[in-house]
């Protein structure tokens, strides 16, 4: 059993930074291809960044290309998301997901994820 949980989130000016965090217990979370989704109030979930197993691929929503990084750390276990020139379109629940899929590009949609963190709330003011 995988079981994750996301950090980082809270209150930022627009223009600001912010970067979360994506850890696990249980298994390492090495084993798994990662990505990271959002949900906005009144809007569906939608798919932000993605980055394979092996670190050597990683995809991104357009509208997040040049703003938004995803990597991830192996020897501690995390995998992270910063985003700069944050704006308040950006405000969302935030979620990190992993899937055992190493799908090339690991642009990944929410069926393909097997398991599913809490969540972190980000709220972009103006």
């Known amino acids: 059993q995988v079981q994750l949980a996301e950090s980082g989130g809270g209150l930022v000016q627009a223009g600001g930074s912010l970067r979360l965090s994506c850890t696990t217990s249980g298994r390492t979370l090495n084993d798994y291809s990662v990505g990271w989704f959002r949900q906005a109030p009144g809007k569906e979930r939608e798919f932000v960044a993605g980055i394979m197993r092996s670190a050597l691929s990683t995809y991104y929503l357009d509208s997040m290309k040049g703003r938004f990084t995803i990597s991830r750390d192996n020897l501690r276990n995390t995998v992270y998301l910063q985003m700069n020139k944050l704006k308040p379109e950006d405000t969302a629940v935030y979620y990190c997901?992993?899937?055992?899929?190493?799908?090339?590009?690991?642009?990944?949609?929410?069926?393909?994820?097997?398991?599913w963190g809490k969540g972190t709330l980000v709220t972009v003011s103006s």
């Open positions: 997901a992993a899937t055992e899929r190493n799908k090339w590009p690991p642009q990944y949609y929410e069926y393909e994820m097997d398991y």
